[in-house]
């Protein structure tokens, strides 16, 4: 049965920023493809910043400007807004030169992917048990109370 989704349940936006961040994950292991490695990257944490915005009440806006979303946090006083900062400012370039001809790429720093993508997984798991935390324990795994 296909899973439907909603642009405005955080848990959505985990749960394709997961298996994106699992992907290139495995690309990086094999140090291939830098280039859509950190675009991608940019895509998963404009997903996992969505999240957590969401979950504070913010109303989705269709953007992928990460320094934006950053902003927004930063406006909330959310305390994952300098966790994200360093990302944001590292990635925000990249989701587009990754993706198009016409940029000046750099050469391929997988060890500072790597600490990027730790990053960014461990904001995912943080957003994730904020997310779960948040849900009703008066309600079963069945949906009985």
């Known amino acids: 049965m296909p899973r439907k989704t909603d642009s405005n349940n955080p848990s959505d936006w ?3 920023a997961e298996s994106e961040l699992e992907g290139i994950r495995i690309l990086a292991e094999r140090q291939s493809s830098y280039a859509m490695c950190q675009s991608k990257l940019a895509e998963v944490v404009e997903k996992i910043m969505k999240a957590e915005l969401i979950r504070t009440g913010w109303r989705l806006e269709k953007t992928h400007d990460l320094e934006r979303l950053l902003g927004e946090l930063t406006a909330r006083k959310n305390d994952l807004a300098a966790s994200f900062e360093p990302l944001c400012e590292s990635l925000a370039e990249v989701y587009f030169s990754g993706r198009y001809p016409g940029f000046d790429f750099d050469e391929p720093d997988w060890s ?3 600490g990027k993508l730790t990053v960014a997984g ?3 798991e943080t957003v994730n048990a904020r997310i779960a935390s948040s849900v009703s324990p008066s309600v079963s795994p069945t949906g009985k109370t």
């Open 112 to 114: 500072g992917l790597q």
């Open 14 to 16: 985990l749960w394709i």
């Open 122 to 124: 461990k904001l995912l």
